[in-house]
Every structure is written in C-alpha cells, then in structure tokens.
C-alpha cells in the first residue's frame, strides 16, 4: 500500500497563477484532509471532506477550493495564488473524521508563490 | 478557540538521556490528544493517541499521559537514541483537530 500520495512535491508559482495540488489513498478511509504547515506554527486545517461527496471549511479555507473527486482523490485548488500561499500543504486520511481516529499523512507539497 | 503550546520549541540532548515533551491546551473539553512525530522533509506519523477518559498510552519507548483538568500533556521518551532526532507535535481535537508548532529534539550521539 502506498498510503496518502501527494503530487507535485514541489511548485514555485507567480502571483496570481493558479494551479491544483492532488491527494490520493488507498487505505479505503471516509475522511480526507488538507492542511498547511507554516514555520514556526502547528498545521492548519483548510479544508476537509468527512465522507464522498461532502467537503466543509477549516480554520484557513480563503483563497482555496476544493474536490472530492471519489472516495480516493481529493484535490485543493488556488485560483489565484498570492505569497501569502507560501507554505507546505500536507493531505491526511482518516476513517473517521475531524481527529476521532488516527489520521495518516502524506509527504507534502512544497509551494513557493513569488 | 483552542489554543495547544508546545514548550520548549527545541531540545538537544545526549544520547541515552530520558526526557520530557510538554503540550498545552487552553479549552479542557477535548475528545483525544495526539502525538506525532515528523522527520525532516516529512509528513507527519502518528505517534499515540489518548483518549479523553485515559490518563496515559505507551508505546515501546514513549509514553505519554493526560492531564485534562490542568490541559496537559507530556511526552516521555526512554533512552533516547539519535534516530529519535525529529519535531513532535501534538494535537487536540475539539469539534476539529488543532496543532501545537512543535518541539525539535535532536539527540547526540
């Protein structure tokens, strides 16, 4: 099992781009999560979808959207990234939502927007 | 809103050494408390996860316990060892899961 995969790895973008992060698993969970990890501070959850075919805000959703394409895939969209977008994004996926159970990890996104 | 400190942000020890992770939440209605830990470069692995009605998990090395009245939690890792080298994180989780910023443990050999 590959578990939470996330692509790209990395994306350096100029302000006002757009572009959309993807997130897949295969572990057959409900849940699925998107954070971003600033430095110096915890992740902050953006957005989360607790089941296919529902998504709902997180603490940091502005700029943002989302997609739960099926069970597997969820995406997060900038339409028009802005350097304060600057940070890593991390997907997660659970069985249950918002913290019940344990949440696994994918590697991350490292984005630049200049 | 849930506030979760972590103290101290960084921490370099000697190997072999037993010590002490610290985190804190202001709002004591939690439903469970999470530890993980994150490698360089990383995402994040869950390390334990406690239970509102618990007082402590272990898991190996680590063990971590609960202090719901006090909004505590402390993370205790056994004979530390330099593969233990990583940020550890905790998270409570509320009506949502919120994040300390970390604490860096480096462990010398």
């Known amino acids: 099992n590959a578990g939470v995969t996330q692509t790209p790895k990395f994306q350096v973008l100029k302000t006002g781009q757009s572009m959309t992060l993807q997130c897949a698993q295969d572990?057959?969970?409900?849940?699925m999560y998107w954070y971003r990890q600033d430095p110096g501070m915890g992740l902050r959850l953006i957005y989360y979808s607790a089941s296919e075919g529902t998504t709902d805000k997180g603490e940091v959703p502005n700029g943002y959207n989302v997609s739960r394409l099926n069970k597997r895939e969820f995406s997060l969209r900038l339409e028009s990234a802005a350097p304060s977008q600057t940070s890593v994004y991390f997907c997660?996926?659970?069985?249950?939502?918002?913290?019940?159970?344990?949440?696994?990890f994918g590697p991350g996104t490292r984005l630049t927007v200049l | 809103k849930q506030e979760v400190t972590q103290i101290p942000a960084a921490l370099s020890v000697p190997e072999g050494e037993n010590l002490v992770l610290n985190c804190s939440f202001t709002?004591?209605?939690?439903?469970?408390l999470q530890w993980f830990r994150q490698d360089p470069g990383k995402g994040l692995t869950s390390l334990l996860l406690?239970?509102?009605?618990?007082r402590e998990q272990t898991s190996g090395r680590l063990n971590a316990s609960l202090d719901k009245s006090s909004g505590r939690s402390t993370l205790y890792i056994a004979a530390s060892q330099p593969g233990d080298s990583a940020t550890y994180l905790c998270?409570?989780?509320?009506?949502?899961?919120?994040f300390g910023a970390g604490t860096r443990l480096t462990v010398k050999p």
């Open positions: 572990m057959n969970h409900n849940s």
């Open positions: 709002d004591s209605a939690i439903y469970n």
């Open positions: 406690i239970q509102s009605s618990q």
């Open positions: 998270a409570v989780v509320n009506n949502d899961m919120r």
């Open positions: 997660a996926s659970s069985d249950y939502d918002r913290g019940i159970d344990t949440q696994y």
